[in-house]
């Protein structure tokens, strides 16, 4: 099966301080993986940040570090206003790197963290999300929640269990998004999904993308 083309990939995920210390030491190490596996395996060009503290910056990294185009997208100039030095420092460096900058609002205010995560989903092909699965308040999930209605392939990064999976690219109509299993190669932990895992293996896509059958825990 011919892997599927995604030119433009967009990331959401929670900020630093949602994450526990190995975590986040995981996260930025499989942004890397992840954005150069989407480079060669998936004809991805352009990643997409939304430039906030903790996955936003880790994937506008990565995206440089693989040598595909940045484009930042600013909910407000002021974004990093509060952030400490160094932070605003790396905010500046990445926003100067990239070859697209879109602002969404003059000044701060909350709907527009939210046009900017909508203007994102709507310009990409496919999401890179790192996700605590059951946080299910924030920024993060309402974008998850909109790439599915919006049927774009979500690349989950699980900060909890360390594992890396697709999620169903084609849900039954109105079904939220099934996911696919075990992209980083991580054993299955409990027998049951040992018996998903081996039940999905014929599924198996020739890119390494496992497919699970729609219903999963995204």
Not at 11 to 31: F, I, K, N, Y
Not at 55 to 68: N, P
Not at 200 to 215: D, E, H, M, R, V
Request: hydrophobic letters at 40%; one cysteine or more.
């Amino acid at each position: 099966m011919t892997p599927q083309r995604w030119p433009v990939v967009c990331a959401t995920g929670h900020r630093p301080q949602h994450l526990a210390p190995d975590a986040r030491s995981w996260v930025r190490g499989e942004l890397m993986r992840v954005a150069v596996k989407l480079r060669e395996e998936h004809g991805t060009q352009i990643g997409v940040s939304g430039m906030a503290l903790g996955v936003d910056t880790w994937w506008a990294q990565a995206v440089l570090a693989a040598g595909m185009e940045l484009w930042a997208y600013v909910p407000f100039p002021q974004q990093p206003a509060k952030w400490q030095p160094a932070d605003q420092e790396e905010w500046r460096r990445l926003r100067a790197l990239a070859s697209r900058v879109r602002e969404f609002g003059p000044r701060y205010d909350v709907r527009l963290l939210h046009a900017r995560n909508d203007g994102m989903l709507l310009d990409a092909k496919a999401v890179t999300a790192v996700w605590l699965p059951g946080k299910k308040d924030g920024g993060t999930y309402s974008a998850v929640r909109k790439a599915g209605r919006l049927r774009l392939p979500v690349i989950h990064l699980d900060p909890r269990r360390l594992r890396t999976s697709l999620p169903n690219t084609e849900p039954a109509a109105g079904a939220d998004r099934g996911v696919r299993p075990d992209y980083s190669g991580d054993a299955p932990t409990s027998s049951a999904e040992r018996t998903r895992s081996d039940a999905s293996s014929s599924a198996a896509t020739s890119c390494g993308w496992q497919i699970l059958p729609a219903g999963g825990d995204l």
